[in-house]
């Protein structure tokens, strides 16, 4: 189920399943928290980027990740993965494929025990990635990297169903929860003000040369490419 953003008074701007319409005050906090909790965190790359205070600072990133600043693509997901059927395949069938996330960041939160989360070596290899119950999983996205021409990398990731220590196939269900941050639609991803940045990054709004996308033109972007839409 997925939740694009709520309304100041905390009320969904979609349908909702009468199954969950008691829970909307509940999700919508959490979704709440989840936001300021992605803008902390960029807070702390823009102190790693070292932008200067003139540039914003620790706050460069803040204004363009704030609802009330405009709308933007972040959506709330719950997600539910049924047990593996008796005929699954594991090297054909994937709960979910390989892919990266296309916003700014991506928290993701899972049940203690509930494993199958693998990521991309840069050697071309799948590790899987240890569930945390404690801690939040944070994937950097797509636009982040562009933003950043590259020097802060997207991660492919997939979800597998699970063995166990003797090989055996996971018979568990899976549930996850996914907060998938991105900026205002309107924010221009131009190159940041960063020395680090200049000096490593590769391609993307690093690169004087192309045109300045914003949020929103970068994520009908990357859906294009992965669904193979036409502009």
């Not at 932008?51 to 719950?78: C, D, Q, W």
């Amino acid at each position: 189920m997925n939740f694009g953003e709520f309304t100041a008074s905390g009320e969904p701007q979609q349908p909702i399943t009468p199954t969950l319409s008691p829970h909307i005050p509940t999700i919508a906090n959490f979704s709440s928290l989840c936001a300021a909790l992605s803008r902390r965190l960029l807070r702390l790359f823009a102190q790693a980027l070292k932008i200067s205070p003139s540039a914003g600072g620790t706050e460069y990133f803040t204004s363009s990740h704030t609802s009330t600043n405009g709308p933007s693509g972040s959506i709330m997901r719950l997600l539910f993965y049924p047990a593996s059927p008796p005929d699954y395949n594991p090297t054909s069938d994937l709960r979910a494929g390989a892919h990266s996330d296309y916003g700014s960041i991506t928290l993701l939160f899972q049940h203690k025990d509930e494993t199958g989360l693998e990521i991309l070596s840069p050697q071309g290899g799948w590790s899987p990635v240890p569930v945390v119950p404690e801690a939040i999983c944070v994937n950097i996205g797509d636009l982040l990297s562009y933003w950043t021409g590259g020097l802060l990398r997207s991660t492919v990731h997939r979800v597998v169903v699970p063995t166990d220590e003797n090989g055996e196939l996971s018979k568990s269900e899976r549930y996850s929860m996914a907060y998938f941050c991105h900026p205002v639609d309107s924010t221009p991803l131009e190159a940041i003000p960063s020395e680090i940045v200049r000096a490593r990054g590769e391609r993307g709004a690093n690169d004087s040369e192309r045109e300045v996308l914003t949020a929103a033109e970068h994520l009908k972007s990357r859906l294009a490419a992965t669904y193979g839409w036409k502009s």
